[in-house]
C-alpha cells in the first residue's frame, strides 16, 4: 500500500483525528497566534536594524528581511539574464550573421531579422568574409520572456544576456522595440576561431601552388 | 530534390506492379528477381539497382550523387550497404539486384562506413550554416544528425577556395560547402544538354567550376539549386531572403508558359518566396526553367489591391455597383475580353456570365503575347490556359475570337477580364480611352489603373484552381495563402456582378463553380476536382517541413514587431 | 540608538497626553470662570474629541502601517521624505506619510460615478464617521476637579441615559455603509453593502446583550458621575490599607464580567468592521463598500474606521478597565499632599492613565487584525448568532442570580477570577507540540525496502 493511499484511508475511518481537544478549542491557539505577533512586534521594535543586503548574514536580533531596493541591491547571481545585448566584433559591428536561430529557438516569438549581405567589396575584412548580416534586428521585449533560448541558440556568441540590466521602464509601447542600434552594446569579443582571422575575404587565397598538397592540419 | 520521392522509380525501368508470390527456388519469381533487403523480401525485375529495391520496401539509404533522373556516379560513397554475394560494400545504388541476395542496410560495418564517409566529407566542410541558405534542406546536415552526429576531430585549418564564385545570372557558388557529387555536372552534361560546368584541380583543391570565360546561363541552372544536397550552389534571387524553416510549401503550377510544370510554391505569411519544381513525370520530370522560377514574383509585384474608379479608391459595393450600372447599360453591345491565363474556374464563371447575362456570344482572346521557347520545356505560348479557354468556350457555345480583331469602339462597353495584354500598356490605354471599361486585374498596370472601374483579383497562389496545359492536362492548384487586400478570384466577381445584374450565380467555392459548369465541357466531366489535387501537407525533398511537428502552415508570426509610430 | 529613540518617543508620548490633558483643564478652567457653569464641555468638546481623538486617529493611519511591518518582519513606509536640508536623509519613522497622504486625500479628485445616488453617495461618508464620533462624548477621560475654583468635568456629555446614547449611535453607523453600498451602483460596493448590513445588525444584539450584566451589576447606565459606572469601579471588592496604601481586588468590570467583557470586545470589534470580521472590506475579492470613493470622502471611511476603533477602546476602558482609575493605590495616589495644591496635575496625570489604556486596547485590536484571517461569511454568522447571543443570555442569567444572592458584586468578582483562571489554565497547559504538528503526518512512513 502506498503512501498516500494509507493517507487517505485513515482520514476517512477517523476524521477527527487531525485535531485534537486542545486545537479544537481555538482560544488558546488564538492567544498563542497574538503573542507570537506581539513577539515579532517587540523584537523589531527594539532591536538595531541591520541592512546587510545578504539576508541570511544579517546579525542584529531584528528579524527585518526588506532590502531597500533602489538605494540596496542584492548581487546579481552570476547566471543572471539581463537585457539583449548584440555583442560587436572588433570594429564595432555586429558578430551576428542573421542566421535566424534565435528567431526560431524563441518561444515568445519576439525575434525578428532581416538579412542582409556585405558587398564583395567591403573596405571591412571582416565583413567581407562573413557576407550576411542583420539589416533588421529587433527585441520585442514586452513579449521576451527571459528565458535566454536564444543565447543558447546562438552558434556566434552574437547575442548575450550577460548585462545585469533590467528591462528600462518607458513611456511608450515603441520604445520596447530595441532596434539594432540599440542593442549592439558592451565588450567587442572575438574568439580563435572567427573566419575572418583566416582570410581577408570570401574570395579564393592566393596560394603560391594552389596544387601543392597542403595537408589537413597544415596552414595553406 | 526529388530523388526520395515515393512515386519515383527510376525511369528507365519503370517498377511494374508485384508479381504474385510462388514457392520454392531457383527463380523464385521467374523473368523476377528476388532479394531481401532488411529481412523484407523484394521482387523487381532485373537490373534494377539496390538503392530503388530498397525504397520499394520502404527501405531508405542515404545518398548524395544518385538521383534518379541522371546518370550514376557512385562517387559519394555515402548509399554503401552489406551485401551476401559480396566480399566488401557495394555502393546500393550502382549494384544491381541478384537473386537470392540478402543486402542489410543497418549492420555496424554499414554504420562504420557511413559515419567514415560523413566524416570525410566535414573534413574541408566550413560548417557556416549560419550563413548558408541550404540550412534546414541540406543533406549534410540531415545525414550528420541521423548517420554521424560526432564532434569534429579535426582541428587546424580547413582549404579555403572561392565562397562568392558567381557562375551566371541565377546561381552563385560556395566552393568550399560542395561535396563533389557531380550532380550538377552530370544534369548540365545529360539534362540540359549545355555542358557549362566541369570538376577542376585535384585532391583538397578539387573544385566544381564553370570552364574558364564561360557562364553558366543556361535556361535551367536554377534546377542546380535544387539538385545540390548541400549549400554550394545557391539561387541568387532567394539568397539570404528568407530560412527554409520559416517557409511553408503549397503544390501549385508554374504559369510562366503553357507547359505548366508542376511547383511548390514556399511562401510564408502572405508573399511567395520561390518555386520549386514538383514531381510530375507527365509534365516536367523534376525540373522547370528559370523563366518560370522567376514567375513567384508575378504574384506579388505591382499588385492592384484596391477597388478603384478612374484611379481613385472606392468602396468594394461601390466600385460594383458602378461596373453593374455600366453594363447594363450597354446590354447587348459589350466587348468582352478574356484573358487565357486566368484559371478554369474563373473563366468557367466569366464566359458563363457572358454568355446568360451579357448576352454575348463571342469573346476575345487576350492574354500575354508569345515569347521564346526551347527545346526541354520552356514553351512559346506564354498563357497558361488557353486549351482551358477553349475548350470551355467551345462547351457553353461562345466563339473566341483573336485579339487582332478586338475594336473597342465597336462596343458601348468593354469588360475585360484578366490583365494579361499581348499589347503594350500604352497602346491598350490608348485603345481602351474611348470606351467605358471594367478591368478585373491582378496588376495595377497604367490602362487598368486609368479605367472605370478596376477590380483586383487574387493571384493563383490565393485560390484554389485549376489549369489545363497545353496538351489538355487538368492540373489543380492549392491556395497557399489568402487573397491581398480586397482582391478576389474572378469567379467571385463575376458572382458578385451578375447578382447585381439580376442574374442568379450563387457559388461559395471554386469547386462549386468547377462542379457546377464542368460537367458540360467533355474534357473536364470527369475530372475529380478535389481528388486530383496535391495534398498540402505533402512536401517531399524537404526533411524538415514547417508543419511537421502538427502546426498548421506558415503558422508562425515572423513579422517585425510593430507598435504604433514604429517602422524599421 | 533605536532603543534611545524608542524611548524617548514613549517618553514624548506620555509627556503630550498628560500635557493635553493639563491643557485641557486649564482650558475648562478657564471657561468656567469667564464664561458660565458648565461651559467646560465646550473645552472638551475641542480638546478630547478634536485633538485627543482626530490626532490618535490620524497617527494611528501611519501606525497601523508601521505597526503591521514590524509583526511582518517589514520596514514599512519610509519613502516620504520632507526636503529641508538635515531631513530630507531620514525617513522620520514614516511621520511625512501622514502629510502626504492627508494633501493627496484633500487634493484628489472626488470622483462621482454617474450612475450614482448623488445625494445619498454625498451622504453616505458622513453618516459613517459623524455617529461613531459622536459616541465620544460620553466617555469621561478624567477626574472631576476643581480648577481655578471652579469644577471641571474631563466629559463633554453625561447623560443620564449614557449607554443608552451608545447603542443608539453605536447602530446608526450601518446606515452610512450601507448607503455607501448601494448608492454607488456598484455591483461589488452593493456587495459589501450587503454583508456590512447583515454583520452589523446581528452584531448589535450581542453588543447589547453584553452589558446587560454590567448594567446590573452597577445598577446604573451612565457612565461620568459620582454614581457613574466608571466610578464604582474605583471601590475596591476585596482591599486592605498598608500603611495608607490600599491594595485590593478592584471592582473593575472585566473582573467582575469576563464574558461581558469578551462578548463586548468581539461584538464592537466586528462593528468597527477589521479583519477578522471585514467580511464587508475584503481586499482581496470585492473591496468593499467604498469602491466608489475617492479623495477626502474615502478619508472619511478611512479616518471613521481609526476613530471607531479610539472610541470603543474608550468605551471598553470606561466599562471594563476602571477608565483612568489605577488597579491599586488610586486613594493614596489622589491624597498625596502635592495634589491638594495642584489638583489639575492629579486630573493630567489621571488622563494620561486612561490614554495610556486606551492605547493600549487599541494595540491589541491592532495586534488582532494582523494575526487573524478573515471569517467566512457563514462563519461570522454562527459566531454572533450561536456563540455570542447565547453566551450574552446566559451571563444575563448568570448575572442576576449572583446579584440576587449577594449584592455586593463579591461572588460575580469571585466566579469572573475563576473564569480568568480557567482561560489562563487552558492557555499554559495545552500542549506545545500540537500547534506545529503537521496535519495527516500521523502515520510513519512506510519502509522502501
Known amino acids: 500500500m502506498s503512501h498516500s493511499e494509507s493517507h487517505s484511508e485513515s482520514h476517512s475511518e477517523n476524521p477527527k483525528s487531525a485535531y485534537d481537544f486542545w486545537e479544537r478549542l481555538y482560544v488558546p491557539a488564538l492567544i498563542k497566534g497574538m503573542a507570537i505577533t506581539t513577539r515579532h512586534f517587540l523584537r523589531n521594535l527594539w532591536s538595531e536594524r541591520d541592512d546587510n543586503t545578504e539576508v541570511l548574514e544579517r546579525k542584529t536580533q531584528s528579524l527585518m528581511a526588506t532590502v531597500e531596493y533602489p538605494e540596496q541591491r542584492v548581487p546579481y547571481p552570476t547566471g543572471y539574464r539581463g537585457k539583449h545585448r548584440l555583442v560587436p566584433r572588433e570594429d564595432g559591428k555586429p558578430r551576428c550573421v542573421a542566421c535566424y536561430m534565435c528567431a526560431t529557438a524563441c518561444p515568445s516569438q519576439c525575434i525578428y531579422i532581416e538579412a542582409g549581405e556585405y558587398a564583395p567589396s567591403d573596405t571591412n575584412t571582416a565583413s567581407r568574409v562573413i557576407e550576411k548580416y542583420p539589416t533588421v534586428f529587433m527585441v520585442d521585449v514586452l513579449r521576451c520572456i527571459v528565458c535566454g533560448l536564444c543565447v543558447e541558440a546562438c552558434p556566434k556568441d552574437a547575442l548575450r544576456m550577460d548585462t545585469s540590466v533590467h528591462t528600462s521602464p518607458e513611456l511608450e509601447r515603441k520604445a520596447f522595440l530595441y532596434a539594432k542600434e540599440r542593442l549592439l552594446a558592451g565588450e567587442p569579443t572575438q574568439h580563435p576561431n572567427d573566419p575572418w582571422r583566416h582570410r581577408k575575404s570570401s574570395d579564393e587565397p592566393l596560394h603560391a601552388h594552389k596544387e601543392a598538397h597542403t595537408r589537413i592540419g597544415e596552414d595553406p | ?568 | 540608538m533605536r532603543r534611545l529613540t524608542i524611548t524617548v518617543a514613549f517618553l514624548t508620548i506620555f509627556a503630550s497626553l498628560f500635557g493635553g490633558m493639563a491643557a485641557a483643564y486649564a482650558l475648562g478652567g478657564y471657561l468656567e470662570s469667564v464664561w458660565y457653569t458648565g461651559a467646560s464641555a465646550l473645552s472638551n468638546l475641542v480638546i478630547l474629541m478634536l485633538v485627543f481623538v482626530m490626532v490618535i486617529a490620524t497617527l494611528l493611519t501611519l501606525a497601523e502601517r508601521k505597526w503591521s511591518a514590524l509583526m511582518q518582519n517589514r520596514v514599512g513606509p519610509n519613502r516620504a521624505r520632507i526636503h529641508l536640508p538635515g531631513l530630507s536623509s531620514r525617513s522620520l519613522a514614516g511621520i511625512p506619510h501622514i502629510i502626504a497622504d492627508v494633501v493627496k486625500m484633500l487634493t484628489k479628485e472626488s470622483f462621482t460615478p454617474k450612475a450614482a445616488n448623488r445625494f445619498f453617495y454625498a451622504l453616505a461618508p458622513i453618516l459613517s464617521f459623524a455617529p461613531i464620533f459622536a459616541l465620544f462624548a460620553i466617555v469621561p477621560a478624567g477626574p472631576t476637579l476643581p480648577v481655578f475654583g471652579h469644577e471641571v468635568a474631563m466629559v463633554v456629555a453625561n447623560p443620564s441615559f449614557g449607554l443608552l446614547y451608545l447603542f443608539a449611535l453605536a447602530s446608526l453607523a450601518v446606515f452610512g455603509t450601507v448607503l455607501a453600498g448601494w448608492a454607488s451602483n456598484n455591483k461589488f460596493s452593493l456587495l459589501g453593502g450587503i454583508r456590512a448590513c447583515a454583520q452589523m445588525i446581528s452584531y448589535e444584539i450581542a453588543l447589547g446583550l453584553s452589558l446587560v450584566g454590567l448594567m446590573m451589576a452597577f445598577a446604573s447606565i451612565q457612565l461620568a458621575g459620582d454614581s457613574g459606572m466608571m466610578e464604582q469601579q474605583a471601590q475596591y471588592l476585596w482591599g486592605i490599607q498598608l500603611d495608607g496604601f490600599d491594595v485590593g481586588i478592584p471592582a473593575w468590570g472585566i473582573l467582575i464580567q469576563p464574558v461581558g467583557f469578551l462578548l463586548f470586545f468581539a461584538a464592537a470589534f466586528a462593528e468597527t468592521r477589521r479583519t477578522p470580521f471585514d467580511m464587508t472590506e475584503c481586499e482581496s475579492e470585492i473591496i468593499g463598500y467604498f469602491v466608489e470613493y475617492s479623495g477626502m470622502r474615502f478619508g472619511m471611511f478611512m479616518v471613521a474606521e481609526f476613530v471607531e476603533m479610539i472610541v470603543f477602546s474608550a468605551i471598553l476602558t470606561t466599562l471594563f478597565l476602571g477608565g483612568y482609575h489605577l488597579p491599586f493605590g488610586g486613594q493614596w495616589f489622589a491624597n498625596l499632599a502635592f495634589f491638594k495644591d495642584y489638583p489639575w496635575v492629579y486630573g493630567a496625570t489621571m488622563g494620561m492613565v486612561f490614554w495610556l489604556k486606551v492605547l493600549v486596547l487599541i494595540y491589541i485590536q491592532m495586534n488582532i487584525r494582523w494575526t487573524y484571517v478573515r471569517f467566512r461569511y457563514d462563519q461570522i454568522q454562527k459566531l454572533g448568532w450561536k456563540i455570542l447571543i447565547p453566551l450574552g443570555i446566559l451571563n444575563i442569567f448568570v448575572t442576576g442570580a449572583l446579584l440576587l444572592m449577594d449584592t455586593s458584586m463579591r461572588s460575580l468578582g469571585l466566579l469572573g477570577i475563576l473564569e480568568i483562571l480557567l482561560i489562563l489554565i487552558l492557555i499554559s497547559s495545552s500542549p506545545k507540540s500540537s500547534l506545529h504538528k503537521p496535519i495527516g503526518q500521523n502515520e510513519a512512513l512506510p519502509s522502501h525496502h
Open chain 2, 1 to 568: 530534390m526529388n530523388d526520395s520521392s515515393p512515386k519515383t522509380p527510376s525511369p528507365p525501368t519503370p517498377v511494374p506492379p508485384p508479381a504474385p508470390p510462388k514457392t520454392p527456388p531457383p527463380p523464385k519469381n521467374p523473368g523476377m528477381v528476388t532479394l531481401s533487403v532488411d529481412d523484407k523480401e523484394v521482387v523487381v525485375k532485373p537490373g534494377t539497382s539496390l538503392i530503388v529495391a530498397a525504397h520499394q520496401v520502404g527501405v531508405k539509404i542515404p545518398h548524395y550523387c544518385y538521383h534518379p533522373r541522371l546518370s550514376l556516379s557512385a562517387n559519394c560513397r555515402m548509399c554503401m550497404v552489406e551485401a551476401s554475394n559480396a566480399p566488401k560494400l557495394v555502393p546500393a545504388c550502382q549494384a544491381t539486384v541478384a537473386e537470392g541476395q540478402v543486402v542489410k542496410t543497418d549492420t555496424p560495418k554499414v554504420k562504420a562506413q557511413q559515419r567514415a564517409v560523413l566524416e570525410f566529407l566535414l573534413l574541408n566542410h566550413p560548417v557556416d550554416c549560419p550563413i548558408c541558405d541550404q540550412a534546414g534542406e541540406c543533406k549534410l546536415q540531415d545525414y550528420y544528425v541521423r548517420y554521424d552526429f560526432k564532434p569534429s576531430r579535426l582541428w587546424g585549418p580547413k582549404v579555403q577556395k572561392n565562397k562568392r564564385k558567381v557562375l551566371g545570372p541565377t546561381v552563385l557558388m560556395d566552393q568550399e560547402r560542395c561535396i563533389l557529387c557531380t550532380r550538377c555536372v552530370r544534369f548540365m552534361k545529360e539534362v540540359a544538354k549545355e555542358p557549362q560546368l566541369g570538376i577542376f584541380g585535384r585532391g583538397s583543391h578539387e573544385r566544381v567550376d564553370v570552364f574558364p570565360g564561360a557562364k553558366l546561363d543556361s535556361n535551367y541552372s536554377g534546377n542546380l539549386v535544387e539538385l545540390c544536397p548541400v549549400g554550394a550552389l545557391l539561387n541568387r534571387d532567394f539568397r539570404f531572403k528568407a530560412r527554409a524553416w520559416f517557409l511553408s510549401a503549397a503544390p501549385s503550377v508554374c504559369t510562366a508558359c503553357s507547359r505548366g510544370c508542376n511547383v511548390f510554391a514556399d511562401y510564408m505569411n502572405q508573399d511567395c518566396f520561390r518555386f520549386r519544381p514538383r514531381e510530375n513525370a507527365a509534365v516536367n520530370q523534376s525540373w522547370m526553367c528559370d523563366v518560370g522560377r522567376k514567375s513567384y514574383r508575378w504574384a506579388g509585384e505591382n499588385r492592384a489591391l484596391h477597388t478603384l474608379s478612374h484611379g481613385k479608391p472606392v468602396s468594394v459595393d461601390e466600385a460594383l455597383n458602378r461596373a453593374a450600372s455600366l453594363l447594363q447599360k450597354a446590354q447587348g453591345s459589350i466587348g468582352v475580353l478574356a484573358s487565357p491565363a486566368a484559371s478554369n474556374e474563373d473563366l468557367m464563371a466569366a464566359l458563363a456570365f457572358a454568355r446568360d447575362v451579357l448576352k454575348v456570344n463571342m469573346v476575345f482572346v487576350s492574354g500575354r503575347p508569345d515569347g521564346a521557347a526551347d527545346k526541354l520545356l520552356m514553351m512559346a505560348d506564354k498563357n497558361p490556359n488557353r486549351k482551358g479557354l477553349e475548350y470551355i468556350a467551345l462547351a457553353l457555345g461562345i466563339e473566341l475570337k483573336p485579339f487582332e480583331t478586338f475594336t473597342p469602339s465597336a462596343f458601348q462597353a468593354v469588360w475585360v477580364l484578366g490583365g494579361e495584354m499581348p499589347e503594350s500598356d500604352i497602346v491598350m490605354a490608348a485603345r481602351l480611352k474611348t470606351v467605358p471599361t471594367v478591368v478585373q486585374a491582378q496588376h495595377a498596370s497604367e490602362w487598368a489603373h486609368e479605367c472605370q472601374v478596376l477590380l483586383p483579383v487574387a493571384s493563383h497562389l490565393e485560390t484554389e484552381c485549376s489549369m489545363t496545359q497545353h496538351e489538355g492536362l487538368l492540373q489543380r492548384c492549392r491556395q497557399a495563402f489568402p487573397p491581398k487586400g480586397d482582391s478576389a478570384p474572378h469567379w467571385q466577381w463575376v458572382m458578385r456582378l451578375a447578382n447585381l445584374l439580376g442574374a442568379r450565380m450563387d457559388w461559395s467555392s471554386a469547386k462549386d463553380v468547377f462542379s457546377t459548369i464542368a460537367p458540360r465541357i467533355p474534357e473536364f466531366a470527369n475530372f475529380d476536382w478535389e481528388g486530383q489535387a496535391p495534398s498540402k501537407q505533402s512536401r517531399p525533398g524537404l526533411p524538415l517541413p514547417a508543419a511537421s511537428d502538427g502546426r498548421p502552415p506558415a503558422y508562425r508570426q515572423f513579422a517585425c514587431p510593430s507598435a504604433k509610430g514604429c517602422s524599421p
